[in-house]
């Protein structure tokens, strides 16, 4: 996507060939800053620290590391020692488990001195699919819209309400939630997107709002607890959010506050959609709730919250009392029963497994 005039992924490999570029999540929405990765550390760091996130976006990354990681010692125990370097980076995000199986597979019975060259070979690979399965995705969540458009008689904006930044900057290109929205935008239908700050870390508000604002797509920031009151009023016509893990059934874990969403949606009558590209399907579980870890991270991102002074400066700032105990629980899970439709590259299905069967037939025997 564009940033001013210049065109974008947010990751690519850098002009000598071997290093990795990426843009770091944690300035925006007041710095575009990019950083060079050079080895399987800062490629780790990058992912756990949060310098780019999301669930397909972490399994590019993880892809890359591994391949720093080979660039630097190609031996069996630097590749298993770098694969459970970068699985702890992060729990709940199946894609980066995916990346990494994905790679292994490939690199284990591989020569030594082929191993670098074909782990970039498919990281590349990784980013380039990763880029046309979001825009199919897009194409199909565009239906909806479309006809969202038609059911209010072409009258007015569709209204939209998206949680948590599924944007192309959670993945390499187009997002997943986002690209039904960018494709609608640029078709001339009048969307209109409710955005959730997404507290702790406000990946709506600094990134959600950033990414529609550069592309012009119309856009209103709104405080994580609105969207139920919007809903009751008649203000959305649709929600349509990511996720980092779906189970077989079709449960859907997704960023805190997800399920809150799904409950309102379900009360009010409103469609629920959660986009998705075929890694984030999770085939060897069925019960979200039981079977998916929940990253808790660091109570700081509760306590705190960051922002830029009238001087311009980054800083964070306490919100909590010193000594107050602090949870800060990063994913939920919303069961498939609350979901309208997943929005795959294959298609819409419904959020079960006879749904997800019917677009994935090759995974009948799992
Ligand atoms: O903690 P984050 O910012 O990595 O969480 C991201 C999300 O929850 C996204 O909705 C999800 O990864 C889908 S990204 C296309």
């Known amino acids: 996507m564009k940033v001013g ?70 031996s069996e125990a630097s590749l298993e020692r770098a694969a459970q370097v970068l699985l702890d980076t992060r729990p ?41 399965t979001n825009h199919a995705i897009g194409g199909h969540g565009l239906g909806l819209i479309r006809a969202a458009w038609e059911a209010a008689e072409r009258a ?18 187009w997002g997943t939630a986002l690209a039904p929205i960018y494709l609608a935008h640029d078709e001339g239908i009048p969307v209109h997107v409710w955005v959730d700050e997404t507290r702790p870390r ?17 856009h209103t920031v709104i405080v994580d607890n609105a969207g139920g009151h919007l809903m009751q009023r008649g203000r959305v016509d649709l929600c349509i959010t990511g996720t980092d893990r779906t ?59 960051t922002g830029m002074t009238a001087e311009g400066h980054i800083t964070s700032v306490r919100i909590t009392p010193e000594n107050s105990p602090l949870g800060n629980f990063a994913f939920d899970v919303t069961p498939a029963r609350l979901i309208t439709g997943l929005i795959t590259e294959r298609g819409v299905c419904p959020a079960s497994r006879e749904g997800l069967l019917a677009l994935y037939p090759e995974r009948h025997n799992q």
């Open 5 to 74: 005039a210049r065109g974008y992924r947010s990751i690519w490999l850098a002009e000598d060939g071997w290093a990795v570029e990426i843009i770091d999540q944690t300035r925006l929405p007041h710095d575009f800053v990019t950083r060079r990765l050079e080895t399987l550390d800062e490629a780790a760091t990058a992912i756990r620290d949060m310098w780019v996130r999301g669930a397909p976006l972490i399994g590019a990354t993880a892809a890359y590391g591994l391949a720093l990681a080979l660039r630097a010692d190609a």
């Open 92 to 132: 709940t995000a199946v894609n980066l488990n995916w990346a990494i199986d994905d790679l292994l597979a490939r690199l284990r019975p591989a020569a030594e001195a082929a191993r670098a060259g074909l782990a970039y070979a498919r990281a590349r690979e990784i980013c380039d699919e990763d880029v046309a």
């Open 156 to 173: 007015r904006p569709v209204n939209l309400l998206t949680h948590c930044n599924a944007g192309w900057l959670a993945t390499v290109d």
């Open 202 to 218: 406000n990946q709506g508000a600094g990134l959600t709002a950033w990414e529609l604002g550069e592309h012009g797509v119309a």
């Open 247 to 305: 189970t077989a059934a079709g449960d859907v874990c997704n960023k805190i506050g997800t399920y809150l969403k799904a409950l309102a949606a379900h009360d009010n009558g409103v469609p629920f959609y959660v986009a998705l590209p075929g890694p984030t399907i999770d085939w060897t579980i069925e019960d979200g709730l039981a079977e998916i870890p929940i990253e808790e991270r660091a109570g700081a991102e509760v306590a705190e919250v």
